[in-house]
């Protein structure tokens, strides 16, 4: 990989949605496109790291000169991400895990046999939360997708789940998840940076340039 701020650094990002089994052909899912992950696995091998990419199923290519880790549901995302977390200096949340899944999929396809069905489901572990929390551990960053009080969720995210940064961005009126564009406000203990709307994939370099600077000046943990 050619010289760059983050040279000789192992990187390991999500991406994309989870899909969450109802029964052998449906599921739970969610509109990410897996776009914004994508774009800074790319951004991450041009700044010289070495990447690996856990993502859900994707509605983009997975860019050359980038490992690639397909799973389904967030259970196995957790996995593969606690597979391949050895020696990883910056891990990045950007996938949309389901809060949510099914108690117990049923083994056969479900009838439509009632007027009413209720799904039964019980809490995903969160991924995030859970590198963060983990020692040794990498410099970590989350995402946030928030509707309204933007900064406050934010902040609270970022304590709460123990993060070296977090890029939190304005989903109100169906900006940022599925769509080309995004504008990200970024937030760490000790100051923020926004960044006005522009297409993932020029927004995602300037996102891996301020986080490479904070690893740069961030105490070892
Ligand atoms: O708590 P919330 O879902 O808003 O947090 C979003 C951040 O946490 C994103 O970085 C997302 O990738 C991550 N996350 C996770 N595992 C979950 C839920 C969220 O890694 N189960």
């Not at 390991?12 to 990410?32: C, K, M, Q, W, Y």
């Not at 406000?185 to 993932?200: I, L, N, S, Y």
Request: proline fraction near 9%.
């Amino acid at each position: 990989p050619p010289p760059g701020p983050l040279s000789g650094k192992q990187v390991l990002i999500t991406a994309g949605p989870t899909h969450e089994a109802i029964d052998p052909v449906r599921f739970i899912g969610n509109r990410s496109s897996g776009r914004m992950g994508v774009a800074l696995a790319a951004a991450a091998r041009d700044a010289g790291a070495r990447i690996c990419l856990v993502h859900g199923p994707l509605a983009v290519p997975v860019p050359p000169g980038v490992k690639a880790v397909a799973v389904d549901c967030a259970a196995s995302m957790r996995t593969a991400v606690f597979e391949h977390l050895e020696g990883v200096d910056l891990f990045i949340a950007a996938a949309a895990v389901a809060d949510y899944r099914p108690r117990e999929p049923a083994s056969r396809k479900l009838k439509k046999d009632t007027q009413t069905l209720t799904l039964d489901l019980v809490r995903n572990p969160d991924i995030l939360a859970e590198v963060a929390a983990h020692r040794p551990r990498p410099f970590v960053v989350g995402f946030a997708a928030e509707t309204h009080d933007l900064h406050r969720h934010a902040r609270a995210k970022l304590e709460r789940k123990g993060l070296d940064m977090i890029a939190a961005n304005d989903v109100s009126a169906g900006r940022a998840i599925g769509t080309p564009d995004n504008a990200l406000t970024v937030f760490w203990p000790g100051g923020e940076r926004g960044f006005a709307a522009q297409p993932k994939e020029t927004l995602a370099p300037a996102l891996i340039r301020l986080i490479a600077e904070r690893m740069a000046e961030a105490p070892v943990t």
